[in-house]
């Protein structure tokens, strides 16, 4: 078979309603009274349905509690519990099979474990095994229920050996994280062990094997003609059955479901100029048709400082000669000047000796030379981090270059990259793309997040004010907690758009679309937005609350995943969710999401605009496998989290470097 594949299989159970037993949810509303509700009924599934708590016995030894009343479900009506029945009933089927299954907590997935060692015993200590992750699904396109699941599937690496076994054999475990007897086969642990071993190319030949397109698809191929094959053993519940499990193409429901492309947006350069001499990559076009910011920078005196520590001198200063030759090649700078300050050790206190240099001082950016093992110290330790605090508190942004990778790896690509990241952070733009005419004055409010140490959620807020996806950095608000989440947002909007609704709304209503990392809330956003109308009452804005996210089950292959996707491809689910395809050799989409409660609900236009955005990266020059509206206020979020660390730094110190993409 050929075409597009979406891993959705339609699963057809003749609907009806049934009369289904009840309890009260109230009894029930705290977590640790729920759970012991299902600890006492083991054999009952529980589904909670606005005010009522759903049940429906496993097996005919099941007993129900007692105050339960039967109340009929209508399955038309009540797609989510008909889901729910099909999502247990099939779990209930494959676990007995002799498969390890687990629940992500995280989303409404299953991970299905096989027993089988990829590897086949090749590395001895370690084992990769494959899992296939099962997600109940439905949506309505026009009124159409599409009811069914899908599977993707992925590796899990883990280790046969203990930590006793690692030292026995002279595997160095320091550093590497685990339990009492057991190393966790994390990315670090797995680089040392195999490296130690002598086995880095047979592993990574089989795991690139293994993680093939075409390899995954016939994964998940075989596990459906299993359900399919096997389907009538699947059972269901108050007289329902499986009459068919469908793997189909696309398009298919009548074109209901089908792919469509968003092209890639036109790149503009200095003077609104475009590719009209059909170059090949985006750096050439920079250099042909000079950056878009180009008067603010061309004859302007550009100071660069390098901070190298003595025996990196010889390769640095080859690195220099490198950067300067392609910053003035392709950003046509005509006058750069370097200060080169060489120290004698490479410990935290060598770096500090010349934070208060008086050229380093009067720099734009200032390079510094680290090695591989700094970067992985913390913040309060790390050459970087305390080089780049001290300098950011007074204006100066920094950019870190290992020493790794000038003596490796300084490629042409390489260093394409770095002069990028260095115009950026310089406070330049090197192009912008086309921007489409509006009734409305619109602005996009990206809101990103990490984890700080705890791992509690941090949140970073930025936002895109122009229609050409120009950045605007100079109002970034403080990081929140979800403590004080929605009042920070509802203070960051007031105080972005008082100067400018004035002006939005001349066009009469303006709108504000959110891109934000999680689903939207009443708790959060919806009252920031609420308490912001209040305060702009005498004008009128409209929203759109979209949810971008990568943690859904998803995928897309072309051609059973032997042929690439093409980037843009976008397959609108229902009114609400859409898939946008970014990358064209991965399988995983984004998946866009429409709040309901939206009063902006154009999907297709919103998909347009997250793809567009992505062609605005300034980390390099082809287009980010996420939207920078989410990925900068992220990044954002990461960097100041790790800068909070080192003494003597604080917040407010980033204002003197608003102007730039200091984060990237």
Same mark, same amino acid.
């Given at each position: 078979?050929?075409?597009?594949?979406?891993?959705?299989?339609?699963?057809?159970?003749?609907?009806?309603?049934?009369?289904?037993?009840?309890?009260?949810?109230?009894?029930?509303?705290?977590?640790?009274?729920?759970?012991?509700?299902?600890?006492?009924?083991?054999?009952?599934?529980?589904?909670?349905?606005?005010?009522?708590?759903?049940?429906?016995?496993?097996?005919?030894?099941?007993?129900?509690?007692?105050?339960?009343?039967?109340?009929?479900?209508?399955?038309?009506?009540?797609?989510?519990?008909?889901?729910?029945?099909?999502?247990?009933?099939?779990?209930?089927?494959?676990?007995?099979?002799?498969?390890?299954?687990?629940?992500?907590?995280?989303?409404?997935?299953?991970?299905?474990?096989?027993?089988?060692?990829?590897?086949?015993?090749?590395?001895?200590?370690?084992?990769?095994?494959?899992?296939?992750?099962?997600?109940?699904?439905?949506?309505?396109?026009?009124?159409?229920?599409?009811?069914?699941?899908?599977?993707?599937?992925?590796?899990?690496?883990?280790?046969?050996?203990?930590?006793?076994?690692?030292?026995?054999?002279?595997?160095?475990?320091?550093?590497?994280?685990?339990?009492?007897?057991?190393?966790?086969?994390?990315?670090?642990?797995?680089?040392?062990?195999?490296?130690?071993?002598?086995?880095?190319?047979?592993?990574?030949?089989?795991?690139?094997?293994?993680?093939?397109?075409?390899?995954?698809?016939?994964?998940?191929?075989?596990?459906?003609?299993?359900?399919?094959?096997?389907?009538?053993?699947?059972?269901?519940?108050?007289?329902?059955?499986?009459?068919?499990?469908?793997?189909?193409?696309?398009?298919?429901?009548?074109?209901?479901?089908?792919?469509?492309?968003?092209?890639?947006?036109?790149?503009?350069?200095?003077?609104?100029?475009?590719?009209?001499?059909?170059?090949?990559?985006?750096?050439?076009?920079?250099?042909?048709?000079?950056?878009?910011?180009?008067?603010?920078?061309?004859? =302007?005196?550009?100071?660069?400082? %390098? &901070?190298?520590?003595?025996?990196?001198?010889? *390769?640095?200063?080859? !690195? /220099?000669?490198? #950067?300067?030759?392609?910053?003035?090649?392709?950003?046509?700078?005509?006058?750069?000047?370097?200060?080169?300050?060489?120290?004698?050790?490479?410990?935290?206190?060598?770096?500090?000796?010349?934070?208060?240099?008086?050229?380093?001082?009067?720099?734009?950016?200032?390079?510094?030379?680290?090695?591989?093992?700094?970067?992985?110290?913390?913040?309060?330790?790390?050459?970087?981090?305390?080089?780049?605090?001290?300098?950011?508190?007074?204006?100066?942004?920094?950019?870190?270059?290992?020493?790794?990778?000038?003596?490796?790896?300084?490629?042409?690509?390489?260093?394409?990259?770095?002069?990028?990241?260095?115009?950026?952070?310089?406070?330049?733009?090197?192009?912008?793309?086309?921007?489409?005419? =509006?009734?409305?004055?619109?602005? %996009? &409010?990206?809101?990103?997040?990490?984890?700080? *140490?705890?791992?509690? !959620? /941090?949140?970073? #807020?930025?936002?895109?004010?122009?229609?050409?996806?120009?950045?605007?950095?100079?109002?970034?608000?403080?990081?929140?907690?979800?403590?004080?989440?929605?009042?920070?947002?509802?203070?960051?909007?007031?105080?972005?758009?008082?100067?400018?609704?004035?002006?939005?709304?001349?066009?009469?209503?303006?709108?504000?679309?959110?891109?934000?990392?999680?689903?939207?809330?009443?708790?959060?956003?919806?009252?920031?937005?609420?308490?912001?109308?209040?305060?702009?009452?005498?004008?009128?804005?409209?929203?759109?609350?979209?949810?971008?996210?990568?943690?859904?089950?998803?995928?897309?292959?072309?051609?059973?995943?032997?042929?690439?996707?093409?980037?843009?491809?976008?397959?609108?689910?229902?009114?609400?969710?859409?898939?946008?395809?970014?990358?064209?050799?991965?399988?995983?989409?984004?998946?866009?999401?429409?709040?309901?409660?939206?009063?902006?609900?154009?999907?297709?236009?919103?998909?347009?605009?997250?793809?567009?955005?992505?062609?605005?990266?300034?980390?390099?020059?082809?287009?980010?496998?996420?939207?920078?509206?989410?990925?900068?206020?992220?990044?954002?979020?990461?960097?100041?989290?790790?800068?909070?660390?080192?003494?003597?730094?604080?917040?407010?110190?980033?204002?003197?470097?608003?102007?730039?993409?200091?984060?990237?």
């Amino acid at each position: 078979m050929s075409g597009l594949f979406l891993n959705f299989y339609q699963v057809d159970i003749p609907t009806k309603a049934a009369s289904i037993d009840s309890v009260e949810y109230s009894p029930y509303a705290s977590k640790e009274a729920f759970i012991g509700l299902k600890k006492s009924f083991p054999n009952l599934s529980f589904y909670r349905d606005d005010d009522k708590i759903l049940l429906w016995k496993n097996s005919n030894e099941s007993e129900f509690p007692e105050n339960t009343v039967s109340i009929n479900i209508d399955f038309t009506e009540k797609a989510k519990v008909l889901s729910k029945i099909l999502e247990r009933s099939i779990i209930d089927f494959v676990e007995p099979k002799g498969y390890r299954i687990f629940k992500n907590k995280h989303s409404n997935s299953w991970g299905i474990i096989s027993s089988k060692d990829v590897l086949n015993g090749s590395i001895e200590g370690l084992s990769v095994n494959r899992i296939v992750h099962f997600s109940p699904c439905f949506f309505f396109k026009e009124s159409k229920l599409l009811l069914g699941f899908s599977l993707s599937t992925s590796l899990k690496n883990s280790f046969t050996w203990s930590k006793s076994e690692f030292e026995k054999y002279g595997i160095d475990i320091k550093g590497l994280k685990g339990d009492d007897n057991r190393i966790f086969a994390n990315r670090q642990s797995i680089k040392r062990f195999i490296e130690t071993k002598g086995a880095t190319t047979k592993y990574d030949q089989i795991i690139n094997e293994e993680n093939k397109n075409s390899k995954c698809f016939a994964v998940i191929d075989g596990f459906y003609k299993w359900l399919d094959k096997n389907r009538t053993e699947i059972k269901l519940p108050f007289g329902l059955a499986i009459n068919a499990i469908s793997k189909k193409y696309l398009p298919f429901e009548d074109e209901l479901i089908k792919p469509e492309i968003i092209g890639k947006p036109q790149r503009y350069f200095y003077s609104n100029r475009k590719n009209t001499q059909g170059l090949k990559y985006y750096d050439q076009m920079v250099k042909a048709y000079q950056p878009y910011s180009l008067e603010l920078y061309q004859n =302007k005196q550009i100071n660069i400082g %390098v &901070i190298c520590p003595s025996e990196y001198q010889g *390769e640095t200063e080859g !690195f /220099v000669k490198k #950067i300067e030759a392609k910053l003035k090649e392709v950003f046509h700078f005509n006058s750069l000047n370097f200060h080169f300050k060489t120290i004698a050790g490479k410990e935290l206190e060598n770096y500090k000796e010349v934070l208060y240099d008086e050229a380093l001082q009067k720099c734009d950016l200032i390079y510094v030379i680290v090695n591989e093992a700094q970067e992985k110290l913390s913040p309060n330790n790390s050459p970087y981090y305390v080089c780049k605090a001290k300098f950011i508190g007074n204006g100066i942004p920094t950019q870190d270059v290992q020493i790794e990778t000038i003596r490796q790896n300084l490629n042409a690509f390489t260093m394409t990259n770095i002069a990028l990241n260095s115009y950026a952070k310089l406070g330049g733009t090197a192009w912008t793309i086309e921007k489409e005419d =509006k009734l409305k004055d619109e602005l %996009v &409010i990206g809101i990103g997040s990490t984890l700080s *140490e705890n791992g509690q !959620f /941090v949140l970073g #807020i930025a936002q895109v004010f122009h229609n050409d996806g120009r950045y605007m950095t100079g109002d970034c608000s403080p990081l929140s907690s979800f403590a004080n989440y929605a009042e920070n947002l509802e203070n960051h909007l007031y105080k972005t758009l008082q100067p400018l609704v004035e002006e939005m709304s001349k066009s009469g209503t303006f709108r504000l679309i959110f891109h934000l990392f999680k689903s939207a809330s009443e708790e959060y956003e919806l009252k920031a937005i609420n308490g912001l109308k209040e305060r702009l009452a005498n004008y009128n804005f409209e929203f759109a609350l979209v949810h971008l996210a990568y943690g859904h089950n998803f995928r897309l292959y072309y051609n059973d995943g032997r042929n690439d996707i093409n980037q843009g491809t976008y397959i609108q689910l229902s009114k609400h969710s859409a898939l946008l395809h970014f990358v064209s050799k991965s399988d995983l989409p984004l998946k866009i999401y429409l709040d309901k409660r939206s009063t902006f609900t154009s999907l297709f236009y919103i998909a347009k605009q997250v793809y567009w955005f992505s062609h605005l990266s300034h980390r390099s020059y082809m287009p980010s496998k996420r939207t920078v509206t989410i990925m900068y206020p992220s990044l954002m979020a990461r960097m100041t989290e790790e800068l909070k660390k080192v003494e003597g730094w604080d917040y407010e110190r980033l204002k003197a470097v608003s102007e730039k993409l200091w984060f990237i």
